[in-house]
């Protein structure tokens, strides 16, 4: 019996003790002064026991090092265990055929309404089963097949399809690799980038124009094309560049007193309309250096705008 029981024992008795020499000089009075008899009151024992044995198990707990005093009990999914006790909990509601529920149980003790132990034994039951869990809500059906993702997430641009499998529950263990785990995957867009119509995944780059179009002669390149990146959500470079292609413009044709010359081609011009002189048309035609006449360069014809004629009559 340890120290406190005995002290406490000792109060008791103490206590009763001087009640009793209360109650002896009480009716010793009564007996002495009048000829009536007197029933002593009974005390009842038993108070006496259950004290010593509820202080008892109290120090009990408190050599195990999870009781206070105090009686609030712990309530958990509907069960209740009074301060002092223990009860069984699980760390899963089901195993696999393969397991036992004594596994995966731990005693947790009931201190002033609290629960100690580890609190990720949360269940109350454990049952055996041939199925297959996913996670605490998802559970599938020995022979059934499920399609599971080995990630949760993908990069903007990549695709969820990628990282799917089809696994099969076979009695209480999933087939194939237990890499593919997640029930569902989707498509980051954090961090990306708009511009253009498009979306950019985080680190993403392409080549940008300052034009979309520029004119025959010059180039879509060098000055006018500049690569950028998508930077935490924002494009670096200069901001100007946000054109998706460019085009260089076909070389226009030449059109002179009626006649149409394509970029490239030659034709002969004549100085005046009508020969004068004595001289024939010829002499007022400009032939060029090779008799290709007048050559058209993007709209411009070559030679001396003073050759303007198309014809010329003798």
Known sequence: MS?????????ILMSFFVIGFLVVVFFGYKILFSDK???????????LD????????IEKGKENGFLEESS??????GQEVQSGKRAFFYLRPSVSAFESCDSVKQARACNDGQWFG??????????????????????VKN??????????????????????KKRV?????????????????????????QIAGLTLANGQSRTFFLKSEVPFGESCGDNNMMKRTCEFG?????????????????????????????????????SKRHAENGHDCNFFAYFGKNGEGRVCNNGILSGMEEYKYSFCVD
């Open 3 to 11: 120290p406190i029981t005995k002290k406490i024992i000792f109060y």
């Open 37 to 47: 008899s007197v029933t002593l009151p009974k005390i009842n024992l038993s108070i």
């Open 50 to 57: 259950e004290l010593i044995e509820k202080q008892e198990e």
């Open 72 to 77: 609030k009990p712990c309530i958990f999914r």
């Open 118 to 139: 580890d609190p990720r034994y949360k269940f109350t039951t454990c049952e055996r089963t041939i199925d297959c869990k996913i996670d605490d809500e998802t559970i």
């Open 143 to 164: 022979t059934e097949a499920i399609e599971l993702f080995s990630r949760k997430t993908v990069s903007y641009g990549d695709d969820c399809n990628h990282y799917k």
């Open 169 to 193: 529950c076979r009695e209480s263990v999933l087939t194939g690799s237990p890499d593919y785990k997640f029930k569902t995957c989707v498509v980051d867009t954090e961090n990306t980038c």
């Open 234 to 270: 924002v494009m670096n470079g200069d901001q100007n560049f946000t054109e998706l292609f460019c085009k260089v413009h076909d070389p226009a044709n030449c059109v002179l007193d009626g006649v149409e010359v394509e970029h490239g081609g030659g034709r002969v011009f004549y």
